[in-house]
């Protein structure tokens, strides 16, 4: 079987889904996988393709601990140990259906398991009120939100192009619990521990609460006969302001602005190089730039609500492999840039000094394998 580079723009442009985790931390991009496994950038891809019917699961894991507030890293909170931590395993399940080689329809689901431990949500970060520094753990695990989308190539596969360019629409439905709830400590004045049950943190909800619309945008140009450019990006509009959930029932006075979570928007975007290896048929490696987050803004609807705002700026290496009905790709997205932006609440300072933090990752774990039917 003969593979050419272009056949790698499938695995570069669909095959590693898209983690905003963010997205990767506190600021809550949720778990959502490549519109389309039809993203193939290459003539070859169609040719070797064997079904019209793809299924696909997808890993991914990161753990945030470093705070930041803009881009300046707040090492402190790591040297005194009142850093937040969160683990996150996600399984992408993707079922993909291809009427022709020019359209696909496609429907996502992630399932998650998060886990999040602080000093601060419980007893606090003061050691007067958290003598032993104790942490706690709260968590959440089950479905997340459902897309379902559909892309269309603009030049008609069929002619073997050299360049193409996919347009993708979609619409995400909050299939994933927005309300997970769990057991957060508590201390008396004369030092006696209670629990109370309220909602997690943003960051480890399942899902958002909203209804949302997804754009997005996949291409690629075969430079040489073994060498590929491949770019995507993608854009969600969450038209809801908040989703009725309070962050902190317990307290005696809500905030009208951050009171409740925010549904935000979200984005995510990629450009890079795919090489393939000759002496290993079908492999390629990948070597690109990526950047994800969710705004302070809204592009539709009002932006009032509690969130935390942010980007993240990579460093992407991978390795893609086709073969037969299969086909894999793992990349391992290292962390350049975390700016943790003003959120719309801290830009109604009337001082201007308000400016919230967030946790980051260093590096994000994707894997993920197909298969053609």
């Known amino acids: 079987m003969k593979f050419s580079i272009p056949c790698i723009g499938l695995l570069a442009l669909c095959l590693i889904p898209y983690t905003p985790a963010a997205a990767q931390g506190c600021v809550a991009v949720r778990h959502m996988s ?37 881009t300046e890293e707040q090492k402190q909170r790591v040297e005194q140990g009142t850093q937040v931590i969160n683990v996150s395993h996600a399984l992408d399940l993707g079922v993909t259906y291809m009427p022709n080689p020019r359209w696909a329809i496609s429907v996502n689901l ?17 050691v007067a009120t958290n003598p032993e520094q ?14 379902i989308s559909g892309s269309y190539w603009v030049v008609n596969p069929a002619a073997l192009p050299k360049a193409n360019l996919a347009v993708g ?4 439905l909050p299939t994933g619990n927005f309300r997970v709830t769990d057991s957060f400590h508590r201390r008396t004045k004369e030092g006696a521990d209670y629990t109370i049950v309220k909602p997690v943190d943003q960051s480890i909800q399942l899902g958002d609460g909203g209804v949302g619309a997804n754009v997005e945008l996949q291409g690629y140009a075969q430079l040489t006969g073994g060498l590929t450019a491949y770019a995507n990006g993608f854009y969600l509009f969450n038209p809801r302001a908040t989703n009725g959930v309070v962050r902190s029932p317990e307290a005696t006075t809500i905030d009208l602005v951050t009171g409740e979570f925010s549904v935000a928007d979200q984005f995510a975007a990629r450009v890079g190089l795919s090489q393939s290896l000759r002496f290993v048929p079908g492999l390629s490696v990948m070597l ?6 969710v705004p302070a803004h809204d592009a539709i609807g009002s932006s009032v609500g509690f969130r935390r705002p942010g980007y993240i700026v990579s460093v992407e290496p991978g390795l893609a492999y086709m073969k037969g009905h299969y086909s894999a790709g793992l990349t391992v997205p290292v962390a350049v840039v975390r700016n943790r932006i003003k959120s719309y609440a801290d830009r109604l300072d009337p001082l201007g000094v308000r400016h919230g933090d967030a946790a980051f990752a260093d590096y994000l774990i994707s894997f993920n394998v197909s298969r053609w039917f």
Do not use: M
Request: a positive charge; hydrophobic letters at 25%; aromatic letters at 16%.
């Open 134 to 147: 104790k942490r706690f753990h709260t968590g959440s695990q089950g479905i997340g939100d459902l897309r």
């Open 110 to 126: 992630p399932v998650q398991y998060n886990d999040r431990s602080s000093l601060y949500e419980h007893y606090g970060n003061a």
């Open 288 to 293: 690109g730039g990526r950047v994800e987050g």
């Open 169 to 172: 629409l979609g619409v995400k």
């Open 34 to 70: 490549c519109a389309a496994p039809t993203g193939a950038n290459s003539s070859e891809y169609f040719k070797q393709r064997a079904g019209t019917w793809q299924v696909s699961a997808g890993y991914r894991f990161f753990r945030s601990y470093k705070h930041f507030v803009g």
